[in-house]
């Protein structure tokens, strides 16, 4: 089975790696040139467009940054529908709104492509290292075919549903949650710093305790390290699913205090350090008290 892959940013290109590392026969592209010549260097090739991507997968990965970009990669003239050969499939692992994911299904409906709406977790070292969460949604005979390459990218699959959208809006939920804890953790570390605390100590007890996890850890260590871009995790990302999950309760009528606070944190970070990464949201607070933790 040869794959393709579209978008080889920070998450495409640890896509791309880990398919090449299993031994399917690779073919990418990304509108940077140095991407392109990354995905060759590390044994794959590199498409001259989209096109030439659909003929040479049977199996492509998007990993775009928004809904338009999806739409358009898939769906466009020059898309992958309209070049691939019937019985492949496309896995949407781009983060984008449920309805955009059921808007691209419907329009694949009589395509003979089967569309796998699959978005993922495990952020930079997640897609690197071939161990990502996947929220696949599709049916489960798509899903046995086409499982091979999907296991060479991830390390649990978790089957959400059998219709495009469900896995979208899974992920949602999942970055409300995420979203919360970071803006928390940027939250508790000024306070920790404007009290005194040395951000080693903090770390140690966040940790250890039962607020220790991979998202508070992750982000309270780059914190107290200074390291605000550069890590994988660029800003405008948390940004844009917190907006597609808020977006999603606002069709639903359901309240989101906590989401919406961190929403708030994340669009003045963006604002005011547009290349950032997450982390930098912290800044933000730290120049309102006068106060920065450090190690």
Not at 219 to 240: P, W
Request: hydrophobic letters at 45%; a negative charge.
């Amino acid at each position: 089975m040869r794959a393709g892959v579209i978008g080889l940013g920070d998450m495409g290109s640890g896509l791309a790696k880990n398919l090449i590392k299993n031994g399917f026969e690779t073919t990418g592209f990304d509108l940077s040139d140095a991407r392109m010549q990354a995905l060759t260097e590390m044994g794959g090739t590199a498409a001259k467009d989209i096109v030439d991507v659909a003929r040479n997968a049977d199996v492509v990965y998007v990993m775009v940054m928004n809904g338009d970009q999806a739409k358009a990669v898939i769906l466009g003239p020059d898309g992958l529908v309209k070049n691939m050969v019937e019985g492949g499939a496309i896995i949407l692992t781009a983060t984008i709104k449920p309805r955009e994911a059921r808007e691209i299904d419907e329009a694949m409906s009589a395509s003979g492509i089967a569309l796998i709406d699959s978005p993922v977790s495990g952020g930079f070292p997640g897609a690197q290292g071939g161990t990502l969460t996947m929220m696949a949604a599709a049916p489960d005979a798509i899903l046995d075919t086409f499982a091979g390459p999907m296991e060479a990218v991830s390390a649990t699959i978790h089957r959400v549903g059998d219709g495009a959208g469900q896995g979208q809006i899974v992920k949602a939920c999942l970055q409300t949650l995420i979203g919360s804890i970071f803006s928390a953790t940027f939250e508790a570390s000024v306070l920790a710093a404007k009290a005194g605390v040395k951000g080693e100590n903090l770390f140690k007890v966040f940790s250890t305790s039962g607020a220790g996890c991979g998202c508070t850890n992750t982000a309270l260590e780059n914190i107290i390290d200074r390291k605000f871009e550069g890590t994988g995790s660029g800003i405008g990302t948390m940004h844009k699913d917190l907006t597609i999950s808020l977006n999603l309760a606002e069709e639903l009528g359901v309240p989101m205090h906590t989401a919406s606070s961190a929403m708030q944190i994340f669009h003045a970070g963006k604002s005011k350090f547009p290349e950032g990464d997450n982390w930098a949201c912290t800044k933000v607070i730290e120049e309102i008290v006068g106060a920065a933790l450090h190690r």
